[in-house]
T-cell receptor, first 115, second 114 residues
Framework: NAGVMQNPRHLVRRRGQEARLRCSPM?????VYWYRQLPEEGLKFMVY????????ESGMPKERFSAEFPKEGPSILRIQQVVRGDSAAYFC?????????????FGSGTQLSVL | SQELEQSPQSLIVQEGKNLTINCTSS?????LYWYKQKYGEGLIFLMM?????EEKSHEKITAKLDEKKQQSSLHITASQPSHAGIYLC??????????????FGQGTILTVHP
């Protein structure tokens, strides 16, 4: 059973381009969470999704950021018109049940660098 | 300011020494989770604490949650180079209803010299 897979591991974009980050949850996991780790800061919650539904997006910037978790395929975090301040490590986690935090599994992250 | 404060921010110890990392909140912690992160990798779950006064141990790592449920400590006995990494505390400070939304401390970077 493969772990949570994130790709790409490293993504370089120029200002104004779009960034698409993918997260494939563990088999049998229908809950996905995205977190962002900025330099010198801790992990910050962005969004919590279940299959085809956004449950809580209170941590997402209002503009340029969107997330989806379709019925088939990975969860996607999309950042439009990236700016330098978007440079960070983006982690996703998945779980079979949102309350069972002991069974959350984190991916290795995508390091986004905006030039 | 951080809702969860970790101290120290970094720690360098000699192999075999004991060490403690603290995690403090001004709010009640409804669940406190300790994770370890290696550079460039994801988080590995270590331990969960929920009850005031609770203490858990796994191998040489012990975590405690104080009676007021506002402070936790992670203690490593006889540290080894394999303990090196970034230790993060995460907590549900939303009253147990903030599903999916953990608040994390800024992390403690641990270096263990052989």
């Amino acid at each position: 059973n493969a772990g949570v897979m994130q790709n790409p591991r490293h993504l370089v974009r120029r200002r104004g381009q779009e960034a698409r980050l993918r997260c494939s949850p563990m088999k049998g996991h229908s809950h996905v969470y995205w977190y962002r780790q900025l330099p010198e800061e801790g992990l910050k919650f962005m969004v919590y999704l279940q299959k085809e539904n956004i449950i809580d997006e209170s941590g997402m910037p209002k503009e340029r950021f969107s997330a989806e978790f379709p019925k088939e395929g990975p969860s996607i975090l999309r950042i439009q018109q990236v700016v330098r301040g978007d440079s960070a490590a983006y982690f996703c986690a998945s779980s079979p049940d949102v309350r069972d935090i002991e069974n959350w599994f984190f991916g290795s992250g995508t390091q986004l660098s905006v030039l | 300011s951080q809702e969860l404060e970790q101290s120290p921010q970094s720690l360098i110890v000699q192999e075999g020494k004991n060490l403690t990392i603290n995690c403090t909140s001004s709010k009640t912690l409804y669940g406190l989770y300790w994770y370890k992160q290696k550079y460039g990798e994801g988080l590995i779950f270590l331990m969960m604490l929920q009850k005031g006064g609770e203490e858990k141990s796994h191998e040489k790592i012990t975590a405690k949650l104080d009676e007021k449920k506002q402070q936790s400590s992670l203690h490593i006995t006889a540290s080894q180079p394999s303990h090196a990494g970034i230790y993060l505390c995460g907590a549900d400070i939303g009253g147990g209803t903030s599903y999916g939304k953990l608040t994390f401390g800024q992390g403690t970077i641990l270096t263990v010299h052989p």
